[in-house]
């Protein structure tokens, strides 16, 4: 199996209720940045827990922005690509995760 399938896909952010048109890289709200728990591997759609994922934090990884979501459902954690149209103000207020904090 892949371990990234492009699915463009549009959706209604399950915490903040804003409609998202997909690309195919989509995987959480521009606007609130929250997720949902569907995958297993980028794209797969197997993963059956389905819990909203909250942003917990900001990283850089290899001079990308990576968003790190905390699913509240079965406390996976997942690192996601910060999009363009991704809200700033919001990943500032969001912030840069500290290694070893309990977010």
Same mark, same amino acid.
């Given at each position: 199996?892949?371990?990234?399938?492009?699915?463009?896909?549009?959706?209604?952010?399950?915490?903040?209720?804003?409609?998202?048109?997909?690309?195919?890289?989509?995987?959480? +709200?521009?606007? +609130?940045?929250? $997720?949902?728990?569907?995958?297993?591997?980028?794209?797969?759609?197997?993963?059956? +827990?389905?819990?909203?994922?909250?942003?917990?934090? !900001?990283?850089?990884?290899?001079?990308?922005?990576?968003?790190?979501?905390?699913?509240?459902?079965?406390?996976?954690?997942?690192?996601?690509? !910060? $999009?363009?149209?991704?809200?700033?103000?919001?990943?500032?207020?969001?912030?840069?995760?500290?290694?070893? $904090?309990?977010?």
């Amino acid at each position: 199996m892949k371990r990234f399938q492009k699915r463009t896909e549009n959706f209604v952010c399950g915490n903040c209720g804003e409609y998202v048109v997909g690309d195919g890289f989509t995987n959480h +709200c521009p606007k +609130c940045l929250w $997720s949902k728990h569907v995958d297993k591997n980028p794209g797969d759609r197997m993963e059956k +827990c389905g819990g909203l994922m909250e942003p917990i934090g !900001v990283d850089q990884k290899r001079g990308e922005f990576v968003l790190i979501h905390k699913c509240l459902k079965c406390g996976t954690i997942k690192r996601n690509k !910060v $999009s363009p149209n991704d809200d700033r103000e919001v990943l500032l207020k969001i912030g840069w995760t500290v290694p070893g $904090s309990n977010r």
